[in-house]
């Protein structure tokens, strides 16, 4: 079941003593993984940069739908930017729930894949119901040779106070960041109008206010002025005021 939606990869229910697998730490691994697989070694198609191995964390080929490890193997999993590239998500979510007794998701956004689309992803995503939906790209999508990312993922994220208080503010508007225990819902292709039309059509008030509800002016205050102080602290060098893991 879904455990919450955590506001990064960062703020991870991960104890001391959990051993964690991530799949598909690519380029960026997390500091906490203490088992790295990756299914492409020779080639960047479906990541930035090559493949990044911490010192304290050990590294093994593997494809992320058949994994070489024994049922409940580890504590945790980690799975950042991998789902949207799979043949097959359900053979690979499955093994997810196989090899761990929780973990965490995170993939973009279906506003964000309209932002910045990669031609090497597969699936629309969206959370909806606390289940993950998921629709086949080809199906769902127009033509378009249009990629606003540089723009949002690197130049705004640079130069805009007011751009990282909205990210902060509203986590899951790039991405869906999906954190779980014992099972993770989800459906693939599903025929049900109430989840198909998210995918087909305009999206009007009620279908917004599913996504980013109306909050009262207070609350938007006082997460704003939070999330403002913690830029502030990062830019004179601090470290994230509320970063477990």
Partial sequence: MKVNNP????????????RVLEVGGGHNPHYRSNVIVDK?????????????????QQFMQADGSSLPFEDHS?????????????????AFLKEQM???????????????????????????ILELDNKLIIMDKEKHWFNTGMDFGYLFLTWLQKTSIGYKIMMDT????RTIRYEWRDEIEFVVNPGEAEYAKYFTQCWDEEMVKTFFPKRSNLEEFVDAARSFGQIFWRAMGGRHLSRRA
């Fill in 74 to 90: 580890f504590d945790y999993v980690i799975c950042n930017q991998v789902l949207e590239h799979t043949e097959d998500p359900v």
């Fill in 40 to 56: 492409f070694v020779d080639s960047n198609y479906h990541r930035h940069a090559d493949i990044k191995v911490l010192d304290h």
């Fill in 7 to 18: 506001k990064s990869r960062y703020h991870l229910n991960i104890k001391k003593n959990h």
């Fill in 170 to 173: 509203i986590p899951n508007f």
């Fill in 98 to 124: 196989r090899v761990a007794k929780s973990g965490y998701l995170e993939v973009p956004s279906l506003i964000g894949e309209y932002l910045f689309p990669k031609k090497s992803h597969k699936w629309l």
